[in-house]
């Protein structure tokens, strides 16, 4: 049985972007013969500096939605990073395996450094990452392209760890799973649809109504030629609706252009925003209802399964080291 590990940071109100490139794949591993743990990572986000109480507010409303999204509970654990200290513990112990250079290499240090300042967090985020890998053994990752890059750290910093000490760690592989598509804002179909950007006509949340996600696909940003055809270079924004049409209803690209080839784009948003709402919709419902429930005995039982899946590797680990 494959062990899959997959995070999402509770920076903001979760997009479709965000369901379509992950938490319906993570749907999909739920209801597979694997061992998940799906993870807030919230002590990722601290490199942004939050306010607080969003943090906290954020940290729950994603735990919450993960269940909505309707993630197998039997055999996939949720819970939010910072209540599994095993993860943080693991990530000094694996910063020694780690090379000053190749953390320097990191394309999203160097993205990030430019933005949020350069402080040493978004230095060794990479190291906590291999460590919310390593610390429940994962072999499988289910994550977008732009984490290939610190994916194969993981892989070095494991194989340089199991080269001192013994096979202890399986060296992950990125998810052979259903890939989602990466979705690009509405408004600027050139920039990623995002949690933390004021990008608000540009993004599609988890509870937005009908009528807003039918009012931000009718304003959506196309080009002037009426021609639904894939075409990332010369037509992003028609290209991006056939990517959200595409995997709401998990068909082809080829298939959505055959469909719609004698629409005009007016219907054509009217479809994808459509799909939308019904993809949506019974998520946010869902979600309402889970307000109103205590599901505190979930979020506790399923801690405690992360937890001693966590304690188990680090003593392994202390007991390999001598500490
Ligand atoms: N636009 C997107 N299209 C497809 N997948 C996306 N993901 C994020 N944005 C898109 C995927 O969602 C998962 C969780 O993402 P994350 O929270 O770890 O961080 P992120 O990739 O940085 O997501 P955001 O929403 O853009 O947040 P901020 O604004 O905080 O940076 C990942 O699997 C990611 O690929």
Redesign the pocket.
Known sequence: MKTVF???????K??L??F????KNWVYLSEQDNKNFFCV?DL??IT?HPDPQELNSNIGNTLKLLIAAGINLENSIIYAQSKVPQHAYLSWILSSFSQVGELQRMTQYKEKADTLGSHAGIFTYPVLMASDILIHKANEV???D??TQHLELTRNIAERFNNNYGEIFPLPAKSSGKS?????SLKHPDK??????DDINGTIYFDDDKDTIMKKFKSSVTDSSDNIQYDLIEKKGISNLIDIYASINDVSHEEVEKTFKNSQYGEFKMAVGESVSEYLTPINLKFIELEKENISEIINSNLQEAQSSAESTVQEVNNILGL
């Open positions: 997959s995070g999402i940071q509770p920076t903001g979760v997009h972007g965000n379509l490139g992950a938490i990572v990722h986000s942004t289910p994550v977008g732009d984490q989602g598509a990466r979705l690009m990623k649809m995002s949690k933390s950007s």
